[in-house]
Nanobody, 125 residues
């Protein structure tokens, strides 16, 4: 079992920045790729960013490319999402997810077998 806890959400004005963090506990000795997803009110949960187990490969949704950066520190069992130049359309609940036993990143939520509870990000215009 792997437990994931997100932190760092909050309220910010358009153009501002936030840094989300996801801390893993439990079966952290296994290898796992990580991803961030988000779900706006009334919409489907969508892919935001993903990172491989080694951290050497990352991928981003087109809507956040160039503004968001995903990173990880395996020694601390954490994965961060640095969000810059935030827009009102980035408002959503952000979830981190893990692919326990898989080292390669994935963009489909069906590929992830562990999820955090989510953290709210609100960007005002």
């Amino acid at each position: 079992q792997l437990q994931l806890v997100e932190s760092g959400g909050g309220w910010v004005q358009t153009g501002g920045s936030l840094r989300l963090s996801c801390a893993a506990s439990g079966r952290t000795w296994g290898s796992y790729a990580m991803g961030w997803f988000r779900q706006a009110s009334g919409k489907e949960r969508e892919f935001v960013a993903a990172i491989s187990w080694s951290g050497s490969t990352t991928n981003y949704a087109d809507s956040v490319k160039g503004r968001f950066t995903i990173s990880r520190e395996n020694g601390k069992n954490t994965v961060d999402l640095q969000m810059n130049s935030l827009k009102p359309e980035d408002t959503a609940v952000y979830y981190c997810a893990a692919r326990l036993g898989r080292t390669a990143l994935a963009m489909s939520r069906n590929e992830y077998n562990y999820w955090g509870q989510g953290t709210q990000v609100t960007v005002s215009s």
